[in-house]
Each structure stands twice: as C-alpha cells, then as structure tokens.
C-alpha cells in the first residue's frame, strides 16, 4: 500500500513537472507569473556563503535571454539604517521592510524591451508607449535558511525618503528628448500610476513593485492625413457656403429693388390716369370751376304714325 502510494505521488510530481514545462514552452504572458519564476531561479541560484549586502547575478534559462537579475540579501536593521544601492534603484536611510524578522532578499530586474511588452500587454496604457526597459524591485524572506518553504514576498517601504529610480543609463531614452516622459508605477491589482519625474529619466516611489517609462502615443500618419484632409474640406466648406450665402443676399436685394421700383412706377401711372380723367377747369365769373363737356342726344323724328280705324 506504501508503495503504490508513492507511485501515485511520483506520478502526480512528473505530471505537475511536464506541465510546468509545457506553459514554459508556450510562453509566459502574466507578469506575476514572471515574478514567480524569476523568485525560484533565484532561490535556486543562491547561496548561503554569498556575502550579505553584495549582489550577484542571477543564471536564467535560454527561454528568459534578455531579462537581467540581481539579488543580495540583507540584514532588515541595517538595510534601515544604512540604506542601499540596488543598480537603478536606491534606497535610502529609513526604509523599512515588512515583515521582516532578521535577513531580507533583495531582487533587481531589467525585463529588456522584450520582455517589458507583458506589462503593455496586461496593463491598460492606452494612449501611451514605454520608452524603457521595466525594471523590478521585490523582497522575499531569507530568514532561517535560504529554502523554497520561506520564499513569501516581503514589502519595502520608504516613509521618510523615497526610493529613487534612475533611468539615465537606459539607451532608448535618447530617441525621446524633447518629448514630455512621464513615470509608470505598474501596480499588483492591474492598475497603472503615471507621475512626474523628479528630474530627467529619474523617478521616485514609495514602496516595491515594477516601474518605466512611458510618453504620449503619437497619431498615426493616416489620422494626421485624415485630420489635414477634413480642416481643408471645412475650409473649402466655409468659402462654398459664403459665396452662396452672397449669392442669395444678392438675389433678394434684387428682388427687393424691382418690388419698390414697380411699385413707384404703378403709383405714377395711377396718378397719370387720374390727372387725364379729371374734370377740365374753366372760368365762371371770377371763379374757376370744373366743367365737362356738353353732351346732348340728338333729336330723331318719327316717321311712323299709328293709323287709327276710322
């Protein structure tokens, strides 16, 4: 019974292990699960002679070329007390890891351009395109023995001084000067925080996570064409409907000067007809009076006669 029992535990360890490397091999698309798999290479590479507060560099497989890892471990005290310099990130004085009871591991990541798409892909940057690598900043427990029973995230947090994120080395920067470039701060729920640098290519936080840079997406050249094709169609538009407008103004001013004009020649030919059917004026005495023309039916005689009988 013992022994089919761990068969069955073999059985269900090979098949969880073809698995694993199945999704390896279709690609990994979440960013969490990029962090899970980049938390036990590390945990894997470690080791317990390491110095603590020195970073080495963390040997990934060929299926994750581009993506650059470091990591070092450190006491929480001193990691407070004297703060630290984690490649593009620094820590300063105060900053605090929860929780955290004795010793910190520290990972740094430079996700490439390549692997950076994840996060344009699972985080909503519509209107907006990174113009830098993504790079990570995560702390797991290294207390009591580096092992895969311990491994759970700790969080950094910086209270009194903010942990700074240099950008300057990053190559691509360059082909985006002069064009305003805002912080990404990607956060674990999916959500995406834009602020301001502090300085050029330089960011700020107040905790752990993932971060870039990202400028405003330019419009592609046909909505640029579009955009220029429909200002000279409201242009051409404008003048039409102006001429047109002119055009008709004309007309019923036009329109107008006929009406008045033929309105004063009816008045005049009233008046003419009027003063050409008036009474002719003649003297009577002293008085001038209006006089017409005489008229009289002239007499017609009669050259029928009734016969009487006799």
């Known amino acids: 019974m013992g022994s089919l029992f761990s068969l069955i535990i073999l059985l269900i360890y090979y098949s969880l292990a073809s698995l694993k490397a199945e999704a390896a091999d279709q690609g990994i698309k979440s960013a969490r699960v990029l962090d899970l798999v980049i938390r036990d290479y590390t945990f894997k590479s470690f080791d317990n002679h390491f110095r603590t507060g020195t970073f080495h560099d963390v040997n990934l497989p060929a299926n994750l070329s581009g993506i650059e890892v470091d990591t070092a471990r450190f006491r929480c005290g001193s990691l407070r007390r004297y703060g630290a310099r984690v490649k593009e990130f620094y820590l300063g004085i105060g900053v605090t890891v929860q929780p955290c009871v004795e010793r910190v ?29 993504v790079l990570g900043l995560l702390a797991y427990n290294a207390g009591s023995g580096v092992n895969f029973n311990n491994r759970f995230e700790l969080g950094i947090l910086a209270n009194d001084k903010p942990i700074t994120v240099d950008f300057r080395n990053m190559t691509t920067i360059t082909n985006v000067s002069g064009i305003k470039t805002l912080c990404a701060n990607f956060q674990k729920d999916g959500k995406v925080i834009l602020t ?24 592609p050249p046909e909505q640029v064409v ?15 409907g102006s ?32 003063e050409e059917e008036a009474l002719q004026v003649s003297m009577v ?25 006799s």
């Not at 591991?105 to 690598?133: C, E, F, K, T």
């Not at 107040?206 to 330019?218: I, Q, Y």
């Not at 055009?247 to 005049?268: D, I, N, P, Q, S």
């Open 243 to 274: 001429a047109v407008g002119a055009f008709l103004l004309g007309l019923l001013l036009v329109a107008m000067f006929v009406k008045v004009k033929k309105k004063a020649r009816m008045e005049e030919l009233e008046r003419r007809a009027y």
């Open 226 to 240: 579009k955009r220029k094709i429909s200002r000279w169609k409201l242009a051409v538009g404008t003048t039409v």
């Open 196 to 219: 301001n640098q502090v300085s050029s290519y330089v960011c700020v936080a107040t905790r752990h996570g993932h971060f870039g840079l990202v400028t405003e997406l330019s419009p």
């Open 105 to 133: 591991m520290v990972v740094r990541q430079n996700l490439g351009h390549n692997w950076s798409s994840i996060y344009y892909a699972n985080y909503d940057l519509s209107g907006y395109q990174l113009v830098s690598p």
């Open 285 to 309: 005495g002293h008085i001038r009076a209006p006089t017409a023309s005489v008229t009289r039916t002239s007499p017609t005689i009669e050259h029928e006669y009734l016969s009487y009988p």
